[in-house]
């Protein structure tokens, strides 16, 4: 460690002290990574003081969407008509109205002139009745003329080239600064500050805005007609903002030059001898999600609606229903004979078509219009998510330091996927200064064995249960966790990691009493309940301990959550979301079922506190470490059910109000109407979709939002979609393949067969929040990921629905149509442990409990007359023993199970008991529901 890294690290730790002297509300309200590593904050931002805004006219207001205020011919004030109170959308000292690009003569020596009217003086200006109108001189008979049009259907923003030399011009980029006020220019602290939602990809490309509390009406942008964008930029240090091209050879040549991944086509413009060539965009309002889509539909652009998601199992295939007052001609595929593509007709006034990839890895569509318009559609092609599941888990316990000498022994070690290189305290590769902490501990050293836990409660593998066991055994107990027989039982070390803690000559909390960090808990608290689940419900896995004594650690992991922090440095435990912290629900149930109901009762208490918290105080949803964030909506939405199916403990309008407010904040930061693999169903942080989507939040938080769909809307096909997508989305980032896909798409190699990104980055190039180079699309490192695909396996299921604009159809399965009444469906959600049946005429769920799980080759036959549903359980051989099964209609009515012999099943209090006879593999049962 440099004296330069010792000397920040002693003072960012010095400002621990700060919590104990500010009432919990300040915490909150500052961010706690302001409070306690304000010198190590990942994504710190300076304290930025803004130009002052200049408007020397004011136009529009009464009859117009927009109030504009304009300086020098540009726009530096919008408001929307009648709600002033909403703040102003121009970034404060923003112009919009800049210009920049790239031209040359054609037929010339090649070069190009570069050219931004930032820096340019007007050849004229002049202020008109519905706007302005500039002209700039580029070269002589060549003008470029901005001008805005303000009128009761938005504001038009068009860019005209005035070609009047003797030959023709062709631009290589031309592109417009979109100096709009987003969030991350205040760091998320401006009431009035706007999240982007952006889609850039051809002639259909659309931007929206929103505030943090959706307040409508949002700020909206659309190409005109003939307009395409075909690229965008955020460049760094330069003061400026997010930057929309409308043509962009140059700047698409120079990225990929400098080592970009970036796909999209880009093109130059030629403007003839004598002609005028106009492109431009259109601002508007708009009154939510549903008035987006209509927007986008009758602009002529392409709103898509896809099922199951654009992250795609190989063993499912991908619809799309397409609207717009356009029709799409047809659909062109990147690989053609590796894409098959079938036109299914119309529905709700909509286009289907059914596409099937058979090339792993990213895969284009575009959409070709019969105007001839042209829109990319980006999707990932994955294995099947039974086949990602069972990788993973593989590779974390194959990359694990197995060395008697070594005090970090049993690690579950990061991995380099483009160098192939494992990481530990010897070696931190390319990590570097205070960010080596991300190899052993926090969340992302503790993710990998929170996942491996959890998928060895789905699928134990005696291999991988040594692993954690051994990682437990060496690496955990009495290291990274402290034993009951020390000061502070089951407390966990932070960063940089439990060595330099444990043996730190400072005896307080910056050094050996080091573990206060609330989230770190609940990472180990899963990987504890996970090995419970596997020693428990699984015959023939052998466990270093016994099922018990994994759920007692389980439990004190959870106890020392809510009580070591508080008391070292006061920091608790309910105030924030933390990830993963869902599985208490679990454990409380599973300690309950074992008879530890003074256990049970204990956890039950720190959880309901926590819940009623939220439910009665909690104002800002998007506080975490930082001052903005969306880490905590699969926690909010697990608060939520838990108040509602309380009604007795939690006042009712409130819990309704809280789990409606905390899932409009769910929405505001995912990509919905985005669709591309990497937006559809990702979280964003405060950059929007400029930076790190994909995050381990996309497939969390995506619990949540399905969660909500299944049972908590009142329109919920949209959610139902978004929600399986959201699922699916960050299995993206899975690094696996077969032979003929050299195994795997981002990095090749069988050594990487299995490997993660930690993020995607959606930018042509640029630095991840790791401080590593990245030239768009996934990391190197995991990072966090697995903290998402745990995620993924909670939020695992398959839906028949009748969906409005698809019909009848299998999320996350396959469904056959026997007869008119009879369905066969085969789960391929990857975990195969939740069924939900949505239709217009029966509605129920199952919920398969640990021990076994739906058959994967039998098809769950639903018989939609007789509101029965015949299922096939697959699970290990053993003893004769007994599962769970949950088994419950929609709203009123009661369920049956039985046996397929006949034999009719016991309902307890938690479900019905399933007999699973010894030395069998398959049980069938007969639902019936009334």
């Known amino acids: 460690m440099t004296k330069q890294f010792s000397r920040q690290l002693a003072g960012a730790l010095r400002h621990v002290q700060t919590i104990r002297r500010l009432p919990r509300r300040a915490v909150l309200k500052a961010g706690a990574a302001s409070l306690l590593l304000p010198a190590l904050a990942r994504r710190a931002q300076a304290e930025t003081v803004l130009p002052e805004r200049l408007v020397s006219r004011r136009i529009g207001g009464e009859g117009t969407l927009f109030a504009a205020g304009f300086d020098k011919g540009m726009v530096t004030s919008l408001h929307a008509s009648g709600h002033e109170a909403l703040g102003d959308f121009i970034l404060q000292g923003g112009y919009l109205g800049q210009v920049r690009g790239k031209w040359r003569a054609a037929g010339g020596d090649g070069s190009w002139r570069a050219f931004d009217t930032a820096t340019m003086t007007p050849a004229r200006s002049a202020a008109i009745r519905t706007g302005s109108e500039t002209r700039y001189t580029l070269a002589r008979g060549l003008a470029l003329i901005v001008r805005f049009v303000l009128s009761g259907e938005g504001l038009r923003f068009d860019v005209d080239i005035e070609n009047a030399r003797g030959v023709a011009i062709e631009f290589g980029d031309l592109a417009v600064p979109l100096p709009v006020n987003e969030l991350q220019a205040s760091g998320g602290k401006d009431p009035a500050g706007l ?421 009665e105080e909690v104002e800002d949803l998007f506080v975490s470490e930082y001052a903005f964030d969306s880490t905590g909506f699969e926690s909010t939405q697990a608060m939520a059910r838990y108040a509602i199916d309380r009604p007795g403990q939690f006042p009712g309008p409130r819990a309704r109000a809280f789990r409606e407010r905390q899932m409009q904040a769910n929405l505001f930061c995912r990509g919905w109407l985005e669709p591309s693999y990497y937006y559809l169903g990702s979280d964003y942080r405060g950059q929007g979709g400029d930076a790190y989507v994909l995050t381990y939040m996309s497939q969390m938080g995506g619990w949540g939002v399905l969660d909500y769909a299944l049972n908590d809307a009142e329109e919920a096909h949209g959610l139902l979609r978004l929600g399986h997508a959201s699922a699916l989305s960050s299995w993206a980032l899975m690094n696996t393949g077969t032979p003929e896909s050299d195994y795997g798409y981002w990095f090749g190699g069988k050594a990487n067969d299995g490997g993660a990104g930690g993020g995607f980055e959606p930018a042509a190039l640029g630095m991840t929040w790791l401080d590593q180079p990245h030239r768009h699309g996934s990391w190197y490192y995991s990072c966090e990921i697995d903290l998402g695909f745990c995620g993924g396996l909670r939020a695992a299921a398959t839906t028949l629905v009748d969906d409005p604009l698809f019909g009848r159809v299998a999320l996350g399965g396959t469904l056959e149509t026997r007869a008119p009444a009879t369905l066969a469906i085969v789960p391929r959600d990857g975990v195969r442990r939740r069924f939900h049946v949505r239709l217009d005429a029966l509605g129920f769920d199952v919920q398969v409990g640990s021990g076994a799980r739906l058959s994967g080759r039998e098809p769950i036959m639903v018989d939609v007359e007789a509101a029965t549903c015949s299922l096939t359980l697959e699970h290990g051989a053993g003893p004769a023993r007994e599962i769970v099964l949950q088994a419950r209609p929609r709203g009123k009515g009661r369920a049956s199970v039985s046996l397929a012999a006949g034999a009719p099943l016991v309902e307890n209090a938690r479900g019905w008991i399933v007999p699973l006879a010894g030395d069998t593999t398959q049980t069938r049962l007969t639902l019936s529901f009334a």
Request: net charge negative; charged share 25%; glycine share 8%.
């Open 195 to 615: 999240l982007k939602h952006s889609f850039v990809s051809g002639h259909g490309s659309h931007i929206f805005w929103q505030r943090k509390d959706v307040a409508t009406p949002w700020l909206a942008m659309f190409p005109q007609s003939g307009t395409a964008l075909e690229y965008w930029d955020t460049p760094r240090g330069k003061g400026t903002p997010f930057c929309v091209y409308f043509n962009a050879a140059c700047a698409v040549e120079e990225v990929r030059k400098a080592g970009s991944r970036w796909r999209l086509p880009a093109s130059i413009r030629s403007v003839p001898a004598g002609e005028t060539l106009r492109q431009g965009v259109h601002f508007e309002l708009v009154e939510g999600y549903d008035d987006m889509r209509r927007a986008i539909a009758d602009h002529g652009l392409v709103d898509v609606e896809v099922i199951p998601g654009m992250t795609v199992p190989s063993d499912l295939e991908v619809t799309l229903s397409l609207g717009s007052r356009i029709p799409v001609a047809r659909l062109e595929a990147e690989h053609p004979g590796e894409t098959r593509i079938e036109a299914a007709g119309m529905r709700a006034g909509r286009q289907l078509y059914r596409v099937a990839f058979s090339r792993l890895g990213e895969n284009q569509l575009t959409l070709v219009q019969t105007d001839g318009s042209r829109t990319t559609l980006e999707f990932f092609a994955t294995e099947p998510v039974e086949t990602l599941i069972a990788k993973r888990g593989a590779f974390i316990a194959a990359h694990q330091h197995n060395d008697p000498a070594k005090w970090y022994n049993g690690l579950l070690g990061e991995w380099a996927m483009d160098s192939e290189v494992l990481l530990g305290p010897d070696n931190y590769d390319r990590i570097g200064g205070w960010r080596i902490y991300e190899v052993t501990c926090d969340d992302p050293g503790l993710s990998k064995p929170a996942f491996l836990g959890l998928k060895l409660a789905e699928y134990p593998v005696q291999a991988e249960v040594d692993a954690l066991d051994r990682y437990i055994e060496h690496f955990v107990w009495g290291g990274l966790q402290q034993t009951t027989e020390e000061p502070y039982p089951y407390g966990i070390y932070g960063i940089l990691d439990w060595k330099r803690n444990r043996e730190s000559d400072d005896p307080g909390d910056k050094g050996r009493k080091h573990l206060w960090r609330p989230y770190d808990y609940p990472h180990i608290v899963a990987m504890y309940f996970g090995m419970y689940r596997a020693a428990r419900h699984h015959p023939g896995i052998a466990t270093h301990m016994a099922p018990l004594d994994y759920l007692q650690r389980a439990f004190g992991t959870a106890r020392a959550m809510f009580t070591v922090p508080d008391e070292l440095v006061g920091w608790d435990a309910w105030n924030i979301g933390y990830y993963n912290e869902i599985v208490l629900t679990d454990l409380i149930e599973a300690l309950d079922a074992e008879g530890l109901a003074d256990e049970a009762r204990e956890i039950r208490s720190f959880w309901e506190k926590k819940v009623h918290h939220f439910v």
